[in-house]
């Protein structure tokens, strides 16, 4: 059975450092895309990072040279490493994937996301 677990996350100030985690169960993250979505406070989901399979990376201008992803083989887990945090990244960290062999896909916070699992979601608070 494939899934994501997510972990991190937390409370701090502006300024500050926080994690986010998202651990793959059944797949490897060399066969499926991660995609770090956050939905701020009033609804609004923002596509934020990914990787890819190839390893590559991409970051949103909003958050490019504060946000770094890593990924940890040996867990199978992927890490949003958050810098420099502001009170404008409060969110909800939300990880996808979509590794091969899905049908369907589940409705999410952000809308239905076809052929993807999503992890649980971590929130990031940031006070100023």
């Known amino acids: 059975q494939v899934q994501l677990v997510e972990s991190g ?3 701090v100030q ?3 450092s926080l994690t986010v ?3 793959a ?3 490897t993250w060399d066969e499926a895309q991660l995609k770090w979505w956050r939905q701020v406070p009033g609804g609004e989901c923002q596509y934020t990072a990914q990787r890819r399979e190839d390893g590559s ?3 949103s201008d909003s958050v490019k040279g504060r946000f770094t992803i890593s990924l940890d083989r040996s867990t199978d887990t992927v890490h949003l490493q958050m810098t420099q945090l502001k009170p404008g990244d409060t969110a909800m960290y939300y990880c996808g994937a979509d590794p091969p062999g899905l049908s369907g896909g589940p409705v999410t916070p952000c809308g239905y996301r076809p052929l993807e699992i999503w ?3 971590a ?3 940031v006070s100023s």
């Open 119 to 121: 992890g649980q979601g």
């Open 14 to 16: 502006a300024g500050g």
């Open 57 to 59: 990376i991409w970051i």
């Open 25 to 27: 169960s059944g797949f």
């Open 123 to 125: 929130q990031v608070t």
């Open 9 to 11: 996350g937390g409370s």
């Open 21 to 23: 985690s998202c651990q």
